[in-house]
């Protein structure tokens, strides 16, 4: 009869191992998103650089965004 083959403890690893979650301090998201102002590069680029998702740096944008506004009124 056939047997199952058997997963290497490699991939197990991968399946079930957590994503790590990396964290960013305030001065590096705002360098991230002042450099996204600059216009050097794309904002899928700049994602790809710092290896973020694009709705991160959307969010931070954001925040940075409103904490402005919250500065300025």
């Keep these: 009869m056939?047997?199952?083959p058997?997963?290497?403890k490699e991939n197990s690893n991968k399946e079930t191992?957590?994503?790590?979650?990396r964290l960013f301090s305030s001065e590096q998201k705002v360098a991230?998103?002042?450099?996204?102002?600059?216009?050097?590069y794309?904002?899928?680029a700049l994602c790809?650089?710092?290896?973020i998702s694009e709705a991160t740096f959307y969010r931070w944008n954001?925040?940075?965004?409103e904490?402005?506004?919250k500065k300025l009124f």
């Design 32 to 40: 991230i998103v002042m450099e996204a102002k600059r216009g050097e």
């Design 48 to 51: 790809l650089k710092h290896s």
């Design 6 to 8: 058997k997963k290497s």
């Design 17 to 21: 191992s957590p994503k790590i979650r």
């Design 67 to 69: 904490a402005a506004k």
């Design 2 to 4: 056939g047997q199952k």
């Design 62 to 65: 954001k925040e940075f965004t």
């Design 42 to 44: 794309s904002i899928a």
